[in-house]
């Protein structure tokens, strides 16, 4: 076997064994490790210490292996949302090609629905840059979904109404809310602006949890009649970018090729 070959897949033991420690909730032993990966016990071992090295692995004082340095520096110099908006914004662009409407991605900061990334509309009704307009999240769909999921808590006190056709009050929030996760996304239909839709779908992080609605929204002549079946596709993209977000699947140690159970030279 050729030398290059040899170091393929060296590098493939190493990426799976960094990829199991990063998607661990909580360290992981030794044995935890060479039980996932099905390699050698010395094979685990060498891998491990030339992670370790490079700053990709570390050991805590029980002897299990966390994360290493290297992640916690690329995560103190890079803003979190950014990433995530870097990692959204092919299917965000796909989703405006397909729907020709406004595409919004948001997230939740504090008590507040923050939007981080738009795509306009094609067309000219409904080209509205919404990134520096602040709304009450039960207004909105992006807002919607952040509450609905948990992601947000709904403030104390009497809810403010842009419209008639604004949730009343926290009952008919939560209401609502369990309607769109039992159907998969959240709508809203004049709710903020009278002749305004918006459809909003979760996107999940790596524990599961909701780190950002993404949705589209437009002219209710436009989107009314299609509500279901947009949700339907921005459900579709949503779920796509959830598992790129979450990384690649851990594998399954039975179905491991061939090339898991050989020794590392």
Not at 153 to 158: A, N
Not at 176 to 194: K, M, N, P, Q, Y
Not at 201 to 217: H, M
């Amino acid at each position: 076997m050729s030398e290059a070959a040899t170091g393929t897949r060296a590098l493939d033991r190493a990426a799976d064994l960094v990829a199991t420690v990063v998607h661990a909730d909580e360290p992981i032993s030794f044995a935890e490790l060479q039980d996932a990966s099905g390699l050698a016990k010395s094979t685990t071992s060498r891998l491990l210490a030339a992670l370790e090295r490079s700053g990709l692995v570390e050991r805590v004082e029980s002897g299990s292996y966390v994360a290493g340095r290297l992640f916690w520096l690329y995560a103190a110099r890079h803003d979190p949302w950014d990433e995530l908006v870097r990692l959204a914004r092919p299917a965000m662009e796909r989703i405006g090609a397909d729907t020709g409407e406004t595409v919004h991605l948001s997230v939740a900061r504090g008590d507040r629905v923050v939007q981080v990334a738009q795509v306009d509309a094609t067309y000219l009704l409904g080209t509205r840059d919404w990134t520096e307009i602040e709304v009450p999240a039960h207004c909105s769909a992006l807002g919607k979904v952040l509450l609905a999921w948990d992601a947000l808590e709904l403030p104390s006190g009497v809810l403010e109404r842009p419209t008639p056709a604004t949730l009343p009050d926290a009952d008919a929030v939560r209401r609502d809310g369990r309607r769109a996760r039992d159907r998969g996304w959240a709508v809203t239909e004049d709710e903020l602006e009278i002749g305004l839709t918006g459809i909003a779908v979760p996107v999940f992080g790596l524990r599961g949890d909701v780190v950002a609605a993404l949705g589209i929204s437009g002219p209710s002549a436009r989107l009314a009649d299609r509500v279901d079946e947009l949700g339907r596709q921005l459900l579709d993209r949503s779920t796509a970018l959830s598992s790129l977000l979450r990384g690649p699947a851990r594998t399954d140690p039975a179905r491991r090729d061939a090339r898991t159970q050989e020794v590392v030279a």
